[in-house]
């Protein structure tokens, strides 16, 4: 059994896990460990079984594999946490390493692989255990999404709504720079209550098949939208929030140096 520990506030840990087991693991089924409201659509973990965290103390997995923090998000995995016998992986994305470093244990998980989803910072790197290899995510294939009209710019986001409309002021004042009136249309789970009239709403998942044929794509620079508007650099428009643990700031400067 694949067991994958995936904690994070955001939607953004679930996709990333599904597009990782999809990559690695084709048609193998995987118990989701993550305490994310997101899990309750259906859409976002597809086949794979879901778990509480906490849950890992009763299990015995042949592999676990953590998610971008090596000690889970507030220090609470240890090597004690690993049941014996089982191999451990290693996500690692970009994080804020010094922000982060004072939840490590006393005793952490020596990973027996590592694999890396994007440049780190040296610290970070010089902190990694076991075979490290480069790893490039695919996603896993979905129906066309077909509510959308070709050409609008899209608002991609997950909230909280105060970021929602940041993003939304943020393609207004782009479009005046461009001096276009483009069609906005917000892709977000849930609509905002006080969302623009001029604002759509549409909430397919996954929302990367909607990316081709828009004329620009509005983000904050999580580590999934600058991965999979990675094809389509020119019009993707970034503003990266501040994050406790993830680094948006130095993860859009690579972008856009990129």
């Given at each position: 059994?694949?067991?994958?520990?995936?904690?994070?506030?955001?939607?953004?840990h679930?996709?990333?896990?599904?597009a990782?087991?999809?990559?690695?693991?084709p048609?193998?089924?995987?118990?989701?460990?993550?305490?994310?409201?997101?899990?309750?659509?259906?859409?976002?973990l597809?086949?794979?079984?879901?778990?509480?965290?906490?849950?890992?103390?009763?299990?015995?997995?042949?592999?676990?594999?953590?998610?971008?923090?090596?000690?889970?998000?507030?220090?609470?995995?240890?090597?004690?946490?690993?049941?014996?016998?089982?191999?451990?992986?290693?996500?690692?994305?970009l994080?804020?390493?010094?922000?982060?470093?004072?939840?490590?244990?006393?005793?952490?998980?020596?990973?027996?692989?590592?694999?890396?989803?994007?440049?780190?910072?040296?610290?970070?790197?010089?902190?990694?255990?076991?075979?490290?290899?480069?790893l490039?995510?695919?996603?896993?294939?979905?129906?066309?999404?077909?509510?959308?009209?070709?050409?609008?710019?899209?608002?991609?986001?997950?909230?909280?709504?105060?970021?929602?409309?940041?993003?939304?002021?943020?393609?207004?004042?782009?479009?005046?720079a461009?001096?276009?009136?483009?069609r906005?249309?917000?892709?977000?789970?849930?609509?905002?209550?006080?969302?623009?009239?001029?604002?759509?709403?549409?909430?397919?998942?996954?929302?990367?098949p909607?990316?081709?044929?828009?004329?620009?794509?509005?983000?904050?620079?999580?580590?999934?939208a600058?991965?999979?508007?990675?094809?389509?650099?020119?019009?993707?428009?970034?503003?990266?929030?501040?994050?406790?643990?993830?680094?948006?700031?130095?993860?859009?400067?690579?972008?856009r140096?990129?």
């Amino acid at each position: 059994m694949i067991a994958c520990y995936v904690q994070g506030g955001g939607l953004g840990h679930l996709t990333r896990i599904r597009a990782y087991l999809h990559t690695c693991h084709p048609g193998e089924t995987a118990t989701i460990l993550t305490t994310s409201p997101f899990t309750a659509d259906p859409r976002v973990l597809g086949p794979h079984r879901i778990m509480p965290a906490a849950a890992l103390a009763s299990l015995r997995p042949s592999t676990l594999v953590v998610d971008a923090f090596p000690a889970g998000l507030d220090g609470e995995l240890s090597a004690a946490s690993v049941p014996a016998g089982t191999r451990t992986v290693y996500l690692a994305r970009l994080l804020r390493w010094d922000a982060y470093r004072p939840r490590l244990p006393d005793e952490p998980i020596a990973f027996d692989e590592t694999r890396l989803l994007e440049d780190l910072t040296p610290d970070h790197r010089s902190y990694l255990t076991g075979r490290c290899t480069p790893l490039e995510l695919t996603d896993p294939p979905c129906p066309p999404v077909r509510d959308v009209p070709d050409g609008s710019w899209l608002i991609v986001h997950s909230g909280p709504p105060p970021e929602i409309h940041e993003l939304i002021g943020y393609a207004r004042d782009c479009a005046a720079a461009e001096g276009v009136h483009p069609r906005l249309v917000l892709v977000s789970p849930a609509r905002p209550t006080d969302l623009p009239v001029d604002v759509a709403h549409v909430s397919p998942y996954p929302a990367w098949p909607l990316f081709p044929t828009a004329d620009r794509v509005i983000t904050a620079a999580g580590f999934n939208a600058v991965r999979q508007m990675a094809p389509w650099r020119s019009r993707h428009l970034m503003l990266p929030f501040p994050r406790r643990f993830d680094d948006q700031f130095t993860r859009a400067a690579a972008a856009r140096a990129g």
